[in-house]
């Protein structure tokens, strides 16, 4: 199990939103296509050179991408492209990805696909906003997360629960102290679309069994968007 600290250098970072994604057996050479970005235009930088990469006037976000075993991981931070279903679809074909997606708004956002389908989705802390086809497997590690730890937990904890629920599946952890060092970088001019992939089908909304208790509602989460 990864330990809980191993999440909280990300999920404190200045309120700043991310987009977290880890896909199984993919290189991050490949990753860095499958989101869209220019793989001639990678390169090995720290966070500070990754900061710099934006060609002049340039809008956009930078991309970390690494590998930790047999996953590999995108971050981006600011921006939202990593959560969107055409870059999780792309990013999902013929493997699997969990994708961990913190808003700067708050919202925060757990995703597992399949072979460029969602196969589960859910926002921590809120029992209403689960979907699933077939087990809700990350759903249920964090109701098993949470049953440990008992009923005096602070603000927050789902989301930090969640998160290690994603590690813990991963078997490593992307932390602050790992984004800080060079790490295949580049930046991402993201495409102004709001539209979805045609093929992809979101789960439907299912009532999980009752849990320990009851988180604070969100609001609806629109299924194709943050």
Known sequence: ?????????????????????YVCNVPPAEIVQRYGADPAAAQ????FG?????????????????QLGTWSFCYESPGVNGAMPWTLAALSQNTEVLGYH???????????????Q????????NERSLRARGAPLLWQALQHLRSQ???????????????????????????????????????????????QPGDVEYPPLVTPPASRRLGRSLGSLPASDM
Do not use: Y
């Open 50 to 66: 990754a900061d710099h990469l934006a060609p002049l006037g340039s809008a956009g976000t930078p991309l970390r991408f690494g």
């Open 44 to 47: 090995q930088t720290d966070r």
């Open 118 to 125: 969602p196969v589960e989705q859910f926002e921590p802390g």
């Open 149 to 195: 730890a008992g009923t005096d937990t602070p603000p927050g904890t789902d989301e930090t629960m969640a998160l290690r629920a994603v590690h813990d599946r991963v078997g490593a952890a992307v932390t602050d102290e790992l984004l800080r060092r060079p790490l295949l970088s580049v930046w991402f001019h993201q495409p102004e679309r709001t539209d």
């Open 1 to 21: 199990m990864i330990p809980l600290e191993a999440e909280q250098g990300i999920l404190k970072a200045g309120g700043v939103g991310f987009c977290l994604n």
């Open 102 to 116: 913190h808003g700067a708004n708050g919202l925060t956002v757990v995703e597992r696909w399949l072979d460029g």
